[in-house]
């Protein structure tokens, strides 16, 4: 159960000095993002000077056992500021540098810690650590510096060489700033690569696809190895509109994903977060960088419902939001998720959730749905408290309340039963609180019916009753009504509304799970069903049915899969067992 907010904010044993103890035990214990997250709120209850330098000396040491490098050193640049000779912060500085590449600045810091720290082993260890690595950097200094220039002339100079010479020279850049920071400021080049790389993505006539790809590809990885650059970068490209639009730049999927770790990546830099490292953002950081990261939501909640965008793009923007938005999941802090239901964000979701790709108004595909269901349940349980769940309910009621109106013209019917079935595969309580009631059975079951010519309605209600045939009042209620109508619907000559028929009739069997006194149907019905699945599924028949329409039957032999009796059928069954392995290779998520 969610709880009260007004309970969770008031605990007066919140003081900086407690939650310094907590965050040493948890560092004690080697849980490292337990005790960040107990120094950082410590840090934002604002206590004195003396604590805040142990505070910030110790998120440090925790964030380098994170290996967040940049948080590490953030947090030392600050400790120093309050005390110029501290000698632990010093020492840390220089790790977290020393890990970062910056091996004359580390070599600097550590120094100044060991003439603080007379004939302290580990700074006598760090400090010819680090002349050993300044010698060997003075080495291959001159070979990178030369090896960079050489492939940024071959890159872009004269307007670059054409074709798999450019993607060469591309490629090599990459390979240089993966092998060391050194080589990735060297690209980096003062900032200038970016626009550069920027007119390669762009340039749609002169640049083939692998060529933005590749291009793209160095961005991320500039951008992912520094914070700093990242930050940069979005300034360079112009602002958060033509970052997030760098998705859209070229069309193949495989760029698509490439473009959204640059968009990532910036977002990271803003947050000083990393979800690959499981580096969770810092408050006062994202605090500072509101306003940027504010304008590259909106940007991106803008693009959900703009019918320039394609599928790939869609649905990329949905997954970025997701990883960012929700603070129980890793993302932004609590309440940003809350200005996304309070804004336009979740009506723009919602909205989403109601397309087709049969009757859209922009374009979305069968998969889109899924990412929609997922990113509205990790909202909703984003929300936490009462009051918020209620409000993103009322939202829902809202939009749902608006398709009513009109439900007597096709278009209508057929949104509102594709928000409930985005609902019910997603935040499942809501999609049952809306479906509750004797008005909308009676929608979806006059929209099932066999005298309905209009095969599309027929499918998605069909599809609806599956999915609501969750709890077994509900499917006792709806085999009551609804068993009929499917029951005709499967002699249906459409297979689409055939196959989704046959799914809702082995939901409806299996509906009382393993409890044999509330079976619905008898044991020769279930087995005829199960026959009628297999029907679709065996090999013999795999180009006889449409990959959707063979998942469908996968499902429905799932619920079957309860019988036990079914189920050594199953395992009995050699040929059906090769059609279910070779539908697992091809059918995608299911």
Excluded at 128 to 157: C, D, G, H, I, P
Excluded at 302 to 308: A, F, Q, R
Aim: hydrophobic fraction near 40%; proline fraction near 2%.
């Amino acid at each position: 159960m969610p709880q009260k907010e007004e309970n969770l904010l008031q605990n007066d044993d919140l003081t900086a000095e407690n939650l310094k103890n907590s965050g040493n035990e948890y560092f004690s214990l080697d849980k490292f993002s337990e005790s960040v997250d107990c120094y950082s709120q410590a840090l934002a209850l604002k206590p004195d000077n003396k604590l805040r330098l142990t505070l910030l000396k110790n998120r440090a040491m925790a964030r380098l056992k994170l290996e967040d490098f940049e948080g590490a050193e953030s947090d030392c640049d600050e400790a120093l500021k309050l005390s110029p000779n501290d000698a632990k912060a010093l020492y840390r500085r220089a790790l977290a540098r020393e890990k970062l590449d910056k091996i004359g600045s580390a070599f600097t810091d550590a120094k100044e810690a060991l003439r603080l720290l007379h004939n302290d082993r580990s700074l006598t260890e760090l400090c010819a650590r680090l002349v050993k690595a300044n010698s060997e950097r003075l080495k291959q200094t001159e070979s990178t510096e030369s090896k960079a220039k050489e492939m940024m002339k071959l890159a872009f100079e004269n307007g670059g060489k054409e074709g798999e010479m450019q993607i060469k020279a591309l490629n090599n850049l990459l390979v240089l700033c993966r092998d060391s920071a050194d080589g990735a400021n060297r690209v980096w080049n003062n900032r200038e690569i970016v626009t550069q790389l920027l007119s390669i993505i762009t340039n749609v006539e002169k640049n083939s696809d692998n060529e933005a790809l590749a291009a793209v590809r160095v961005l991320s990885e500039l951008t992912g190895k520094s914070r700093e650059r990242a930050i940069q970068t979005m300034e360079l490209l112009g602002g958060p509109q033509i970052l997030t639009r760098l998705i859209a730049a070229r069309k193949p999927l495989v760029f698509v994903e490439a473009a959204s770790t640059v968009i990532q990546h910036v977002f990271n830099g803003f947050a000083a977060m990393d979800r690959s490292k499981e580096i969770k953002p810092c408050a006062e950081t994202v605090e500072k960088n509101k306003l940027p990261i504010l304008r590259i939501i909106l940007e991106l909640e803008e693009m959900l419902t703009d019918p320039k965008f394609d599928i790939f793009v869609r649905e990329c923007v949905i997954d970025l939001l997701m990883k960012n938005l929700m603070h129980m999941d890793g993302g932004l802090p609590r309440g940003w998720s809350w200005r996304f239901i309070e804004g336009r964000g979740l009506y723009k979701m919602l909205h989403l959730a109601t397309q087709i790709p049969e009757l859209c108004d922009y374009p979305v595909s069968v998969e889109t749905r899924q990412h929609v269901a997922i990113f509205l349940t990790r909202l909703y349980d984003d929300m936490v408290f009462d009051q918020r769940r209620a409000l993103y309910s009322e939202v829902v009621k809202n939009v749902f309340d608006g398709l009513l109106i009109d439900i007597d013209q096709r278009i209508s019917k057929i949104k509102l039963v594709a928000l409930l079935i985005t609902l019910m595969q997603g935040p499942i309580d809501v999609g049952f609180n809306l479906l509750t009631n004797d008005k909308i059975t009676g929608i979806m079951l006059s929209m099932a019916d066999v005298e309905n010519v209009d095969n599309l309605q027929q499918s998605l209600a069909v599809e609806l009753i599956v999915l609501s045939v969750s709890k077994y009042e509900r499917a006792t209620a709806l085999i009551k009504h609804g068993l009929p109508v499917l029951k005709k619907l499967y002699r249906s000559e459409d297979q689409n509304v055939r196959v989704r028929a046959l799914v809702g009739l082995c939901k409806c069997a299996a509906s009382a799970g393993d409890d044999c006194s509330r079976q619905p149907m008898d044991d020769e019905s279930r087995t005829k069903l199960a026959m009628a699945c297999r029907k679709y599924l065996v090999v013999e028949n795999a180009n006889k049915y449409s990959v959707d329409v063979r998942r469908f039957a996968c499902e429905g032999l799932s619920y079957l899969s309860l019988d036990a009796e079914i189920k050594e059928q199953i395992v009995c069954d050699t040929e059906l067992l090769k059609s279910l392995v070779e539908l697992a290779k091809n059918a995608g998520a299911l």
